[in-house]
């Protein structure tokens, strides 16, 4: 089966730095549109970024857009977030899923989950 496993969350500083990971199995990585999405606590489910999987087109929510970046390693079959300049507000939990930019988020497969926290 879609299995997908975060990993490199954190505690970090205003401003600091983290790169989220997500290693994945049991789809064609290459071949499906990916997302990484958070939820803070008391708050619905948010879209970060997403990647197409044709031409590796990115989109990102207005909220991160120049400070994270989504990227692929297709022969590791991993996904990868690029978090600079973190803000108190990007605290939440990350998770990776199998699921484009305007797929419903739902029924999709993702993570656990990896834990962000921005605190001085």
């Known amino acids: 089966g879609v299995w997908l496993q975060e990993s490199g969350g954190g505690v970090v500083e205003p401003g600091g730095s983290l790169k989220l990971s997500c290693t994945t199995s049991?789809?064609?990585?290459?071949?499906?549109?990916l997302s990484w999405v958070r939820q803070a606590p008391g708050k619905e489910l948010e879209r970060v970024a997403s990647v197409h999987y044709r031409g590796a087109k990115t989109v990102y929510a207005d909220s991160v857009k120049g400070r994270f970046t989504i990227s692929r390693d297709i022969p590791g079959n991993t996904l990868h977030l690029q978090l600079n300049g973190l803000k108190t507000e990007d605290t939440a939990m990350y998770y990776c899923t199998k699921a484009g930019w305007n797929d419903a988020l739902g029924p999709a497969a993702r993570g656990q989950g990896t834990q962000v926290t921005v605190s001085s």
């Open positions: 049991g789809f064609s990585f290459a071949y499906f549109d």
